[in-house]
């Protein structure tokens, strides 16, 4: 680990001290290089054409920094068809759950979205959650969500589509932004950016802290004495620098550090997940554009379950150890003329292993000792090209992708070492192709038409290979034999400008997953992790935004038909898991004048089912958020936010009639200078 950080550090001091390089090289040329303008974004490529081809959204840095709650996950609740495996949030839920999806193709805790920061994966290597937490949205410049299956430049694991943050540039972030606010539980949160120009290029450091003692996630009448609120302790960092090596070629590299305390439910109940990254990326925007980059991720997560019953300790999950390496290649030739021709290569590998203790509840003492672990890898061959023909745009991508599951292996001794259990799983490995094709069309000044078929690819994770876990009074099973998941789906839209100052955007899709990954009841009390024949979900989303003058109106919804196919299970014709079929978010904001900003967020979601048979259900939650800014002194202005201001009882687990709950009624005060 230190070695990775000194290494990381060195690139870091490497790339800052790229700019006067490169300014030495200029006066080295002569009069006439000096003239050139040299542009360092901090940004990858610019978007392809096919990006109007496929259901995109884009948020700005003004919806990003605007958040009730002040979390990504907020944020990203705006955009249709955005899910999280559960409905709680980064502060009161166990971080191995904080998957990530879109178009209700979830059901189990892994991320069927591939998201990216920066051009970085950010999925946890063993579990496959994202470490929302450790995303600060006030370091963000944009977010682009493309739902659909990813082939092409995007890789696999974007499975039901891809969402990427890009950090924000020196010009929208300044010199320095700074945060701080209490809420009415006397919870705080801290932020820094700071930002420094340095030749021709730019670093920025930041960092974040969130501490409280949370709220009671059990409801009052479950309440028992080794009851405890979701305290949370967070904390993330970060450097990142970028450089100009030629007028057409910059350097980004970044180093980053977070950890997350958590507690839930019970008093000992304590989570804690932790991590490192490094990555470097070198962008070239001449003639023949390119994107190279390279990341290390290394990762930790422990976490001590309590029974309910005895309210003692039962399993010590006292580390996961895990790293993910990967990098990635993309170059685009100018070959001809409306001609935008991609091709490339990414590859990743995780590796991981659980180690763990089980607990006697009676008598405290260790019953056993568990190892399970492996390693995933998949590299990936690609090419796409869009093809302009006046208004017509016309995409089509190929991809090759091989992975292998690998070292796979379950170990249960006990404090005696004898075995109790131990399984080694064969190593496998194997080619897939998937391809996506799509074209746009504009029809008139304000109309555009789309549509797009694509195939996508997702490897299991360590996790359900080889982890089990207990929810109390639940055990889940893992599954070393579990495939690969495939998607196959197609969809129509439109894009409609009426005028200057309304945008509508409408999508009908029809998505299937097969050997969707599901948590399947085999027994009272005991699921196990297996391939379902497939998970379909056809749909509509819209997201309409408009501005009069000073006031902004902005929607989202997502209406969705999914269900499992079993022929001949009990499964079939079920609803997965923790999908709702109605999501729907309206923003209306005002901007009387500089500096001042208000705006109120009315959100819904339907009902949805605890586990896959359907027999525990969460009720529709409907929910009111508030966020005002209003100018102090220069820079300094004073922030009110509301989450829940109606006090909705919003349930985010009901298994057996034992219950958590989500954020209730919650009031912030703060100042920022900034933004």
């Given at each position: ?529 297996q391939n379902l024949p497939a998970i379909e979900a056809r749909g509509i989303e819209a997201s309409v935004a408009a501005k009069l003058g000073t006031v902004s109106l902005e929607g989202a919804l997502a209406w969705t038909d999914a269900e499992v196919q079993a ?109």
């Open positions: 680990m230190r070695k990775m950080l000194r290494l990381s550090a060195c690139v870091i001091a490497i790339v800052m001290g790229a700019p006067l390089a490169a300014q030495d090289a200029g006066e080295a040329v002569g009069e006439e290089a000096l003239t050139q303008e040299i542009i360092v974004t901090g940004r990858g490529l610019e978007p392809a054409l096919s990006n109007g081809i496929y259901a995109t959204t884009t948020l700005e840095r003004e919806a990003i920094v605007a958040s009730p709650s002040g979390r990504i996950e907020d944020v990203l609740r705006g955009v249709a068809g955005f899910q999280q495996f559960r409905r709680s949030d980064s502060r009161s839920s166990n971080p191995s759950a904080q998957g990530v999806t879109l178009r209700a193709l979830g059901g189990n805790a892994t991320s069927r979205a591939l998201v990216l920061l920066d051009g970085v994966p950010l999925a946890d290597p063993f579990f496959g959650y994202i470490p929302l937490s450790a995303i600060a949205p006030e370091t963000l410049g944009q977010i682009r969500v493309t739902r659909g299956g990813g082939s092409g430049p995007f890789g696999a694991g974007a499975l039901a589509g891809t969402i990427e943050l890009e950090s924000a540039d020196p010009s929208a972030a300044g010199a320095f932004l700074g945060s701080a606010a209490i809420n009415s539980r006397a919870e705080t949160e801290a932020s820094g950016v700071l930002t420094q120009r340095l030749g021709r290029g730019f670093a920025v450091a930041s960092g974040r802290w969130d501490r409280g003692q949370g709220f009671f996630t059990t409801p009052e009448a479950q309440r028992v004495p080794a009851s405890a609120r979701a305290a949370f302790d967070s904390w993330s960092a970060n450097v990142r620098a970028v450089a100009p090596l030629t007028n057409d070629i910059e350097v980004q590299a970044r180093i980053g550090a977070f950890r997350d305390a958590r507690t839930l439910r019970f008093e000992g109940a304590d989570s804690t997940s932790e991590g490192e990254d490094a990555s470097i990326r070198i962008v070239g925007r001449g003639a023949w554009q390119f994107d190279a980059l390279a990341y290390v991720q290394t990762r930790d997560f422990s976490n001590i379950v309590i029974s309910a019953t005895r309210f003692t300790p039962t399993l010590d999950q006292r580390r996961t150890p895990s790293t993910g390496v990967g990098g990635k290649f993309e170059l685009r030739p100018p070959i001809a003329e409306g001609h935008d021709l991609r091709i490339g290569a990414d590859y990743r590998r995780a590796d991981g292993e659980l180690q763990e203790e089980a607990i006697s509840a009676i008598s405290g003492a260790i019953t056993e000792r568990r190892r399970a672990g492996g390693a995933t890898a998949n590299l990936g061959l690609f090419i796409e090209d869009d093809w302009q023909i006046g208004p017509l745009v016309i995409n089509g991508g190929l991809r090759a992708d091989r992975s292998s599951i690998t070292g796979g292996f379950y170990n249960a001794v006990t404090p005696a070492g004898v075995v109790v259990s131990n399984i080694v799983a064969p190593d496998r490995s194997d080619w897939a192709l998937n391809w996506r094709a799509g074209a746009s069309f504009n029809a008139t000044r304000r109309l555009d038409l789309r549509a797009a078929a694509y195939t996508g690819l997702r490897l299991p994770t360590l996790n359900e290979l080889y982890r089990p876990f207990v929810v109390f009074p639940v055990v889940t099973e893992a599954n070393a034999a579990l495939e690969d998941e495939r998607l196959e789906g197609f969809e129509v839209g439109f894009d409609w400008q009426p005028v200057n100052a309304l945008v509508v955007s409408v999508t009908a899709f029809d998505n299937a997953v097969e050997n969707a990954i599901a948590n399947v009841t085999i027994g009272p009390n005991l699921r196990r992790r022929e001949g299970s009990s499964l079939d014709g079920k609803r997965p898991a923790q999908t709702p079929s109605f999501a729907g978010t309206l923003t209306l904001g005002w901007r009387p004048a500089e500096g001042w900003q208000v705006a109120g967020t009315l959100r819904h979601v339907s009902a949805q089912f605890e586990d896959d048979l359907e027999t525990d259900s969460l009720g529709a939650a409907t929910t009111i958020d508030a966020f005002i800014a209003a100018p102090l002194a220069g820079k300094l202005s004073v922030v009110v936010r509301g989450e829940n201001l109606t006090g909705e009882e919003i349930v985010t687990r009901n298994q057996g009639g034992s219950i958590d709950l989500g954020v209730p009624r919650t009031f912030w005060l703060g100042l920022r200078y900034g933004f």
